[in-house]
């Protein structure tokens, strides 16, 4: 009987035990801890049948249901169903009813529960071969019953993980069949599938790996070498591993889902988290929605055999920024721990993905070996038989007379084994009993058939095939490296790696939040909120926002957004907080005490302690902000300081620049401006950034731009400066540097954008069935554009920016033979349209086009010492040829940006 049916009688006998108590009318002593009597009048107090009961079916659970083995990386249940399918196996497909019925005979419980673990098994598409609706891992869709849907194992299943010989066994819950312990399985299988579960304590969760990767971290380990292994999941998407800890307890990953453009409103989610359908992706867009968390006018899922969801964008709306919210407040991203917990030796233990892999490898090792030395044994049987029906036949010991005339069994064994007794040295063993009378058991037909020829073929056979296994035996790394190649060259094309590993960057749910608020304040009572529509309106925000606010006595702090909150009147200035904000600049004047002296100071607010109160003066009673301007971008203004007429002063108003005041930290005390007493400062003249131009880079691991100096730097870029993006396919851009703009990931270039800069393309216009050479400049346009043709089999050979680029032809097909052809792209072809077609570089198939060193550069850039003019040769009417001027402008810009 299992532990679980002796709990279930148990708890039986102590539900009908307290039933009959509450029949009598007793009171609650059942819960008491005076003894019970169950099964054969036993006492037993409470607690200690609770703590042996609990134990039993921790341990139960633990063991024999929710914990994979590390042996064959499978569970009891799923273990059984194999068995069972591999019983039943002939080749063709069985209904997944019968195979739930087989396997009823070695799982002790329900039908529901080995259905779907049979249809877990079988969307997994490595072990079972599916027939029928078996429902999708995509969209969530169930199965069909299973009176409906059929299945059988796959040749990979049948390969790899059985093996009757090296099965080790044991009998079936009931003891009318036996099982198999553990499968022998020659594969990672625990780390290909993944596995997941919850028992009494603890859980387990192995993401699943590909197929390929693992065949190649295995002879890795066999050849000594360092391997890393990373998920890989059906429903694709992206992964950042940096966090991985190869799988073990206390590690995670990020899964997101691939989103793309189809147009400027609206994007296409085609890959989904793990763990996710479509169905949940889509609930909580629609959710993130509904708490103004993102703008979207609606989502239409129509995927089918690949996921598709396109999310219509409200006008207006930026879908760089949409694509972050997306990440950042729905299931398009989520995060997964694994937690590699794994039965061995009858005990739970936590590894790493590593040494899960190899302590498969190693086990894969032993199998094989015991698969050989059982093959060496029985081919030593078969050919100690062949040897000696040879020499028995050949010998005619059949024929003896005392052989013949034996009176009994015993007699006739005695003579076959006294005739081969001059041939037993050549024996691998010794002959005993049972092989003579094996010997007497030949038919006579087989005795008139016999060819000696072919039986020394046969012999010959079986003693190079035991030479082989004897290699193989002594080579056994070898034979094990080569077993984990076979199986990645018959199925590894099944199995192509769908995940694909990229670093994120991190997305701040506070900069990407949809502005779905209006922030108000009412001056006169101190209060501040979204909810005092009545009052003065301020700015849009989203409900996740930190609110700065400015006091007129120089005290200032950060509060959230709130429907109404008391902040304290005197409000000077309030707006949305951005965290490590070092552009945003305040220029502030203010009078330190009732009569002190003005300071002027210009200072950044980056970071504080929410609801914590800070001064921007020196804290003297009676301090106040007698100028204040907030400045997103560093600009410095000019101001006209208005003073108090005093007998003897001669200067009464004077202006300040606040571009000479440095800026300096938030606490820093500031500069003087005045020790006279100030009628009123006004503003004269509004000023320039002081910061000069955003300094940008690329980060080609995370495909965005920065401003921390990680990765490609653009360079410095101004207010109206652009960003060039090109891709392989053709296709171009012009976008700013915003830093919510995405890239997508086949890049050929980006680079600052300079609409005078002349760009030379070599290309197979799949139209035409020729390759073309054209020159031409990139009109700024947000919306994306292709400048090699619509056709999707048209492709790029070379892009260049090079002032007077050389290409080098070569021709292939038919054409192998002739000589590459060199073009100078300059003299070949003016400058036109990037729509334009171009030039045909040949008749001929040109199969790849390289570029050449250039042999003429253009002038260097004059400096100041020299001349602030550009000469330019005139031609004979004393006038610049437009070719000349072109040459010469395109010679600049190519030396002013590198």
Avoid at 79 to 92: S, T
Avoid at 566 to 581: E, Q, R, T
Wanted: glycine share 6%; hydrophobic share 35%.
């Amino acid at each position: 009987m299992s532990s679980e049916e002796i709990l279930d009688d148990e708890l039986n006998e102590k539900d009908e035990a307290n039933n009959g108590d509450e029949q009598k009318g007793l009171d609650s002593s059942a819960h008491s801890n005076a003894p019970v009597k169950l099964g054969n009048d036993a006492p037993m107090s409470l607690p200690k049948m609770y703590q042996d009961w609990f134990l039993d079916y921790a341990s139960y659970v633990i063991l024999e249901r929710a914990v994979p083995h590390i042996d064959d990386g499978l569970k009891p249940v799923q273990r059984r169903i194999l068995h069972a399918m591999k019983r039943m196996d002939d080749g063709r497909y069985n209904k997944v009813a019968n195979i739930i019925g087989t396997t009823m005979q070695y799982h002790p419980h329900g039908d529901a529960s080995i259905g779907d673990a049979l249809v877990q098994l079988g969307q997994k598409e490595l072990l079972i071969d599916c027939q029928g609706n078996w429902g999708n891992v995509l969209t969530g869709d169930g199965a069909a019953a299973p009176r409906y849907i059929e299945a059988r194992l796959s040749k990979f299943a049948l390969e790899v993980a059985f093996n009757s010989k090296t099965t080790e066994w044991k009998p079936s819950y009931d003891g009318r069949n036996k099982e198999p312990i553990t499968l022998p399985v020659k594969f990672p299988l625990l780390l290909a599938q993944g596995a997941e579960g919850i028992a009494v304590g603890l859980s387990s969760k192995i993401l699943p790996h590909n197929f390929n990767e693992l065949c190649d971290a295995s002879v890795a380990y066999l050849e000594g070498k360092e391997f890393k292994l990373y998920p890989d999941f059906q429903t694709g998407g992206q992964i950042d591993v940096e966090k991985y800890n190869d799988g073990e307890r206390g590690g995670s990953v990020k899964v997101r889902a691939t989103i793309g453009k189809l147009d400027n409103k609206t994007l296409v989610i085609r890959d989904i988290p793990f763990g996710r359908t479509t169905s949940s992706v889509v609930d909580s867009i629609l959710k993130a929605n509904d708490k103004g968390k993102i703008k979207i006018k609606k989502v239409d899922d129509i995927t089918a055999q690949n996921v598709e969801i396109q999310v219509q964008l409200a006008p207006g709306v930026s879908s760089d920024k949409t694509i972050d919210a997306l990440y950042a407040f729905t299931d398009c991203e989520i995060s997964i721990s694994p937690n590699c917990c794994v039965i061995d030796q009858d005990k739970p233990h936590f590894l790493t993905v590593s040494d899960v892999l190899r302590r498969s490898v190693d086990r894969t090792k032993d199998l094989l070996q015991k698969e050989l030395e059982i093959d060496k044994s029985e081919k030593e049987e078969a050919l100690l038989f062949a040897s000696l029906e040879k020499i028995f036949i050949e010998e005619r010991i059949y024929k003896d007379k005392e052989f013949e005339n034996a009176q009994n069994i015993d007699v006739a064994v005695a003579h076959i084994d006294k005739r081969l007794e001059p041939f037993k040295p050549q024996f691998i063993r010794t002959i005993v009993r049972d092989d003579i009378l094996r010997l007497m058991e030949i038919k006579m037909g087989r005795i008139l058939k016999f060819n000696s020829d072919k039986a020394d073929e046969q012999i010959a056979r079986l003693r190079e095939e035991i030479e082989e296994i004897d290699h193989n035996l002594n080579n056994l790394v070898d034979y094990t490296i080569a077993w984990y190649l076979s199986l990645k060259d018959k199925y590894g094309k099944n199995f192509p790696r769908k995940t694909e590993i990229r670093n994120f960057e991190n997305i701040e749910a506070v900069k990407v939040a949809e502005a779905n608020e209006k922030l108000y304040i009412n001056r006169e009572e101190g209060f501040i909120g979204t909810g005092l529509k009545k009052d003065e309106f301020v700015c849009n925000c989203s409900d996740i926002d930190d609110i700065i606010i400015f006091f007129k006595d120089g005290k200032y702090k950060v509060v959230k957004v709130s429907e109404k909150m008391f902040v304290g009147k005197g409000i000077l200035y309030a707006n949305v907080f951005k965290k490590n904000d070092t552009r945003t600049i305040y220029n502030v004047v203010y009078r330190d005490g009732k009569t002190s002296p003005h300071y002027i100071k210009r200072f950044s607010v980056t970071g504080v302690t929410r609801d914590k109160e800070y001064d921007v003066t020196r804290g003297t009673p009676g301090s106040r902000i007698a100028y204040f301007s907030a400045n997103p971008n560093g600009e410095a203004e000019t101001i006209r300081v208005y003073l108090k007429p005093k007998p003897r002063m001669r200067i009464l108003q004077f202006e300040k620049d606040f571009s000479e005041v440095e800026i300096k930290n938030r606490q820093a005390i500031g500069n003087l401006l005045t020790k006279a007493e100030v009628h009123r400062i006004q503003l004269k003249q509004k000023g320039i950034s002081t910061l000069g131009g955003r300094k940008v880079w690329f980060d080609p691991d995370v495909l965005r731009l920065n401003y921390d100096g990680s990765g490609i730097y653009l360079g410095e870029f101004q207010g109206d400066d652009k960003i060039l993006v090109v891709t392989k396919n053709g296709d171009y851009s012009v976008c700013t540097f915003d830093l919510s703009n995405h890239f997508p990931s086949n890049l050929l270039r980006i680079e600052k954008f300079d609409e005078h800069k002349i760009w030379t393309a070599a290309l197979y216009d799949a139209d035409q069935g020729f390759a073309y050479l054209k020159r031409f400049t990139f009109e700024p346009t947000e919306k994306t554009l292709n400048f090699i043709g619509e056709n999707p089999e048209s492709k790029l050979f070379l892009l260049t920016d090079t002032v007077y680029p050389r290409i080098l032809a070569t021709f292939g097909g038919n054409d192998y033979f002739r000589e590459p052809l060199e073009i100078d792209a300059e003299e070949f072809i003016g400058v036109k349209s990037y729509k334009a077609k171009g030039k045909r570089i040949s008749n001929f198939r040109v199969e790849k086009v390289e570029e050449l060193e250039p042999t003429r550069f253009p002038e260097p850039t004059p400096t100041e010492e020299t001349s602030t003019n550009v000469e330019i040769e005139e031609d004979e009417n004393n006038e610049a040829s437009p070719s000349d001027i072109l040459d010469e402008i395109t010679g600049q810009m190519k030396l002013f940006d590198d």
